[in-house]
């Protein structure tokens, strides 16, 4: 191994990590703010990815459909408590919200082909159909249950998940897709090559962290979030509702997990299923951090995109038992270091 | 009460005699994995199985189709249940080899016969009392390999580097084109594995380039196969690549695009079947097949995997009508006499080639079953 190979892995491993840290990010975030292990936060990376190439292929995408069946049953379930307790004004705006704004979305893009657009405004487009889908699950799946323990929350997620990818499937089929390349450019470093879109994932990756590094630390939303993960009960006492506090959380992670898949899918193929390794590696970057820690997170997911290079190259057949393996010593020496506290 | 219990009577009877007319259909069950990592391939085979004739030799058929998520549990379990409730004269599936391999034991113990889709020689081999009763219709890797390596000997290559997948089909690749290659005097400088999943293969790219081989194979099926390819490409690789009729569908050329020109690989002649030559016996039969496929599906809809399937049914028609002379549909006679009349398949040509089992060879094909296929334009073009 010379340092053209070293330096072109460690490219690669950091391009991988960076990805990784998002995600990783995002599972902290949801995890502090509603103790909800969230399993499908890689389904948004295949979601997003596979929108966006079918938004580019001239095709309405599967999760447009999504989009309106889940609006519209949430809108029955809200229209539905509203009505019981007389709140009659509020139907409309609720159906409004739920049913109108999907099916704008809908018609707009049965009137304008998104094949043609832009880079940019299919990009948008992409994630206005799989962004809304975080929060409505979280409304339609956790809230109802959000204040039971962390094992019902965590047996949630896993049929959540489950349900994705197999929808997934079935919007978008067994194979795998690819997005055009953002940028074609290359530099040439210390005699390797980066790409452009390397740089790319890199330089948006750290936009997203100082963005939201600035949203937790300035803006009167964030805070309400940080005082939710701090102390629930407290945060209810002060008047910071725990449910908008769970739809921020899970509309900011779909957002970082649909942002995330629209970053690396012109850098590999994206299946339908292929998010939840993704997911799996930012997870195993989160419990570094102790689920708890954003900086540790993102440090330990870096960490395991650096890994998974190196050991690619050494051992290309056990690359995943390292990653993996990883977890074990970390967890040891989690416990052994922190006193364990029980939930209340 | 006279009326009514002669009313309950009919009833009875009406009821037998349609079960009795129940009982003659013959039940073709189908295992196919039309979800989980083997979707790709389940799922044109299970397009095509609503495309088999509905009546052989005048007897309703019926097919009953279970998903088996590419899961061995899953398999095994859907064959116990096709053969105690659906009573099933003939099992068709599974579309890959763990689960094939686990559901000869329960076709064997209820002496029901078993065409399998999957590639695996030892579905088939060694030929024992349990394997009688079973059958395939892919071909083997062996075959493959076998092409692969004569096409790079043509082309007098010396060294070849391998990537495979990180699961039974690159480790099956790998033992039989190691074995072949070495016997062939062709020396392999590099061994990599990566996973279907990997977003990506740098490394083991790398360590490939650094052993400088004239040409590389890579090991795997669908779209993920792409990701070796794109990669070798990027990072200047100028060799010959060699891919394995896994890959054999048109989502790979939609993926691969313009970093697959050239690449070699062995398929089923199904999949240049437009391109064969009048004088092969396989051209119209496998015509015959894409033609069905595609008014189905739409053009350059075909793929190879679903011509599989579509083998196994020919097998059948061919079949059934000489085991229905010496059994009715539903017997344990019908059964036997049905794998008897399958063994007995000679000369039947379907898409993927020839067919000629015996009682040693319940795969039945020769050369006639491979071609050698390049990428071309974005098409895939019969080397001849």
């Given at each position: 191994?010379?340092?053209q190979i ?14 990784y ?61 509203a ?16 049913c109108?704004a999907?099916?704008l ?7 304008f ?18 962004v ?8 339609l ?37 690819r ?9 040439e ?48 006492l ?6 908008l ?13 649909a ?41 330990g ?5 650096l890994?998974?290079?190196?050991s690619s ?23 052994l ?8 | 009460?006279?009326l ?16 009795a ?7 073709v ?11 790709s ?7 095509t199985?609503a495309?088999?004739?509905t ?8 097919y009953i ?5 590419s ?18 004269d ?9 689960n ?97 999943t990997d977003?990506?293969v ?11 081989p ?16 794109k ?10 690549m ?13 993926v ?11 398929a ?10 009048d ?21 350059g ?43 007995a398949?000679?000369n ?37």
């Amino acid at each position: 191994m010379d340092l053209q190979i070293a330096l072109l892995l460690g490219q690669d491993g950091i391009a991988n990590g960076a990805i990784y840290a998002l995600l990783a990010l995002a599972l902290v975030l949801v995890f502090a703010v509603t103790r909800v292990i969230f399993i499908p936060q890689g389904e948004f990376v295949a979601f997003g990815a596979l929108t966006l190439a079918g938004l580019q292929a001239g095709q309405l995408p599967g999760t447009l459909w999504l989009l309106l069946c889940l609006g519209s049953v949430i809108a029955m379930v809200e229209g539905w408590g509203a009505w019981r307790e007389r709140r009659l004004k509020q139907i409309p705006l609720i159906v409004l919200v739920n049913c109108g704004a999907p099916l704008l979305l809908a018609g707009a893009l049965l009137t304008f082909s998104p094949a043609g657009l832009p880079l940019l405004i299919q990009v948008l487009v992409a994630l206005l159909v799989v962004v809304p889908l975080g929060p409505m699950i979280y409304r339609l799946a956790y809230q109802p249950v959000a204040d039971l323990s962390v094992l019902v929350l965590l047996i949630v997620s896993v049929a959540v998940h489950v349900t994705l990818v197999g929808l997934g499937l079935l919007f978008f089929g067994a194979e795998g897709s690819r997005t055009p390349a953002f940028t074609d450019t290359s530099f040439e470093f210390a005699g390797a090559t980066l790409q452009g879109q390397t740089l790319l994932v890199l330089l948006a990756s750290l936009v997203l962290i100082v963005a939201l590094y600035l949203f937790f630390e300035r803006t009167i939303y964030g805070k309400a979030l940080r005082a939710t993960a701090m102390n629930r009960t407290g945060a209810r006492l002060m008047g910071i509702s725990s449910s908008l506090a769970g739809l921020l959380s899970f509309g900011l992670s779909a957002a970082i997990g649909a942002f995330s898949g629209i970053l690396i899918s012109p850098l590999t193929t994206i299946y339908y299923d292929s998010g939840f390794l993704i997911g799996l590696k930012g997870f195993v970057g989160a419990i570094i951090g102790g689920l708890a820690s954003y900086p540790v997170a993102a440090a330990g997911a870096l960490l395991v995109g650096l890994l998974e290079a190196y050991s690619s190259f050494w051992a290309s057949a056990f690359k995943e038992v390292i990653v993996f393996t990883l977890v074990i010593p970390v967890l040891l020496w989690r416990s052994l270091k922190s006193r364990h506290v029980e939930e209340e | 009460m006279n009326l009514h219990r002669f009313t309950l009577r009919l009833l009875t009877l009406v009821a037998a005699t349609c079960a009795a007319v129940g009982h003659a259909e013959i039940n073709v069950g189908v295992i196919i994995s039309a979800t989980g990592p083997a979707a790709s391939l389940g799922i044109p085979e299970k397009n095509t199985v609503a495309l088999l004739p509905t009546t052989i030799g005048n007897q309703k058929v019926n097919y009953i189709v279970l998903d088996d998520a590419s899961d061995t549990t899953a398999a095994t379990k859907n064959i116990r249940k096709l053969i105690t409730e659906n009573k099933v004269d003939v099992i068709v599936g599974s579309t890959i080899t763990p689960n094939s391999l686990a559901m000869i034991d329960v076709a064997a113990e209820a002496e029901t016969p078993m065409i399998s889709l999957a590639a695996a020689a030892r579905i088939v081999e060694p030929m024992d009392a349990k394997r009688y009763w079973v059958f395939k219709t892919p071909q083997n890797d062996a075959q493959m390999a076998t092409a692969i390596v004569q096409h790079m000997t043509d082309r007098s290559i010396k060294t070849v580097a391998y990537i495979g997948f990180a699961d039974a089909y690159g480790e099956g690749w790998w033992n039989e084109f190691s074995k072949i290659a070495e016997a062939r005097k062709i020396q392999i400088v590099a061994n990599e594995r990566f996973n279907r999943t990997d977003t990506s293969v740098t490394g083991q790219v790398l360590k490939i380039l650094a052993a400088k081989p004239d040409a590389v194979l890579i090991g795997g099926s669908g779209t993920p196969a792409a990701l070796p390819q794109k990669s070798l490409k990027e990072k200047g690789y100028k060799g010959l690549m060699y891919q394995t009729h896994g890959v054999a569908n048109a989502d790979f050329l939609r993926v691969c695009g313009k970093d697959c020109e050239g690449t070699f690989l062995p398929a089923g002649p199904v999949l240049v079947a437009a391109q064969l030559p009048d004088s092969n016996p396989v051209k119209k039969s496998a015509q015959e097949y894409v033609n069905k496929y595609e008014a189905a599906h739409g053009k350059g809809s075909v793929s190879t995997f679903g011509a599989h399937a579509w083998d196994a049914g020919r097998l059948l028609e061919n079949a059934i009508p000489v085991a229905l002379k010496k059994a009715s549909p539903g017997s344990k006679e019908f059964r036997k006499s049905l794998r008897d009349a399958l063994e007995a398949t000679r000369n039947l040509s379907v898409a993927h080639g020839v067919f000629n089992m015996s009682a040693q060879d319940h795969l039945g094909f020769d050369q006639r079953a491979r071609v050698m296929v390049k990428i071309e334009g974005g098409a895939w073009k019969l080397v001849q």
